[in-house]
């Protein structure tokens, strides 16, 4: 994939109102750390875990084998499934997509690969770790690729953490190829350190009458942009993009959520909830794009943020483009603070301050948290909320 | 026995006098009634009490057993024993109704005794059945999506499962059917005990054919006026609040008393 000839670097994907060209995303040294410890997968949960160059953890039941499903570290894919892997690889987000994305494609060296062949229903929670060893001071490149055949159903549950605390850089990219009639929920929770600054790039491509909802939960403590996509591409076409984060400390967290309209009678979604603390920053950019020919299709978006500090800083925009006139569209953002009446009620029944706030907090995540496909990874999600309103006081 | 006494009592709200002097003594075992027209400051003397933070106490002081409540937080007035079933109940999705029942009663409790989920939840269900709600009631974010009279439950259920020694009802029955208030009723008078006070707001008489007060009070022009038992009630059923004003020579305008004088 080396290409000696010299061309004009791509421009770097665009994040309104962040500013992270400092971070210099764009130069990474892929680390080649390994471990034979297992940090999060037990027995016998469903799924992978990979750290570093290793996977030290995967469990694929007989019946989902004998379906021809495939759960892989990205490197055993690529010498058992070079083929299919080299084939799916860049569909979803092009090799060309933006700075950081191609960069991802010319120097990512672990990941996960996932096949689903069609009309496969997974019953089990497909749970796919991904750590990134932060021991050597080298940055982590990975690759995530789901493929899901025509009229097969699948539930993910992704994480991501950082083991180890050298300050380092992550870049993953993450492609979802749903076949007609799929149906997917991507449900993730992302949780890298506070030394690491990262770029996440998560992509869908959704066919005809196929859906895929994220369920995206952010809680990372360092410096990170995140881009969550949806195209849907075919008639009847779904997307729910949910997502909630909470920053902290002095961190910043951009994010920018897309659904594109191309197919006729498609309906996406965006809905964000974001608290801040501290001296942090928290930018929710949500896009719905609708393009010309996409007849009957539904736009919406809803981003609010909280704010829990005087010195944070935090943004909700939303932005609607529309080209056909056979559609319905519709959005709202707010930038506020905890509801004084909430706090009154709550505290009125004999709750603290404290706890009372933690409940108007999570309640006002609740809906996303709600939607967290396992009780582990509800519990998982608020006991994130319950570590990070520790830092509320500093 | 607990005593929640009210001493000549001014309060404030965006800088305008609602409260100008009340006194009021409320003891376990006793059920007292405030009744009076709209905008006399009903609601002002219970918000004060709870401690809403827009009400502004300018003179006088509340004390429950000799503490004073200008020391205590919102939150301390309700571990002390105060509870107030609100008019306007807030909603707060993603907690649900059990959750916060049990953080509320865990709230009383020391951190190493906090209560036992199968006692919980069997106390929540004995209150729930009492008082005619749903089982899926429990597992419904708080009040988000209720009906007036699903957050009028919810509110007495709240208050059974608490077990304050003194609860404030401000409007409990406003927008009640006669089914459900006869149900809400009921929940309030099975805490009736020695061990149990209440301060009902109310507009109305009916109200109290079902939960029969010891004392009635009536208020008007941010004071109270009168004193008596339930028979003033009735009397002021049948004479309304401009006929005690007259009797009692008092300069009061009564919000609704043209409307009224035209019919």
Redesign the interface.
Known sequence: MANNIARAPLPLPEFAKVRYHSWQLDDLTPATENTETTYFMQNPTSGIEVSGQSTTYRHVSEEMISQGVIVMGMKQAQMAHGDLVKKLIGRVISKQADRLSAQNYEQFNTGIFVYIPEHVQVDDVLHLILNHLAMSGQDFVARVFVYIGAHSKVTILQEMHTIGSEKTKASVVIEVLANIGAQVTYANIDSFGEQTTAFINREAIVSDHATVDWQNAEFNDGNIVIRVASQLNGEGATSHANVIGLTIKKQTQGLVTTVLNKGRHTVGRIFQRGVILNRSTLVFNGIGKIIKGAKGSDAQQESRVLMLSRRARGDANPLLLIDENDVTAGHAASVGRV????M??????????R??RK??I??????V??KMPTQAAQQKVMAEIERKLQYEDD | MTTLKVENLHVSVAGKEILKGVDLIVNTGEIHAIMGPNGTGKSTLSQTI????AYQVTQGNIYMDGQNLADL???E???AGL??A?QY??E????TNAE?MR??IN??RPENDQINVMSFIEKLDEKREFLAMTEEMAER??NEGFSGGEKKRNEIL?MMM?EPQIAILDEIDSGLDIDALKVVSRGVNSMRSDEFGTLMITHYQRLLDYIVPDFVHVMMGGKIVKTGDASLAKKLEAEGYAGLRDELGLDVHLTDEEINAEV
């Open positions: 509801d004084d009446n909430q009154y009620y709550l505290m009125s029944r004999g709750i603290s301050e706890m009372a409940l108007v999570r309640g006002f995540m609740g809906e948290l709600a | 709870m401690g809403h933070p937080s919102v939150d007035r309700a571990r509870f107030l609100m109940p807030s707060i999705q993603g907690v916060f953080a509320a709230a009383r974010y708080l709240q608490i």
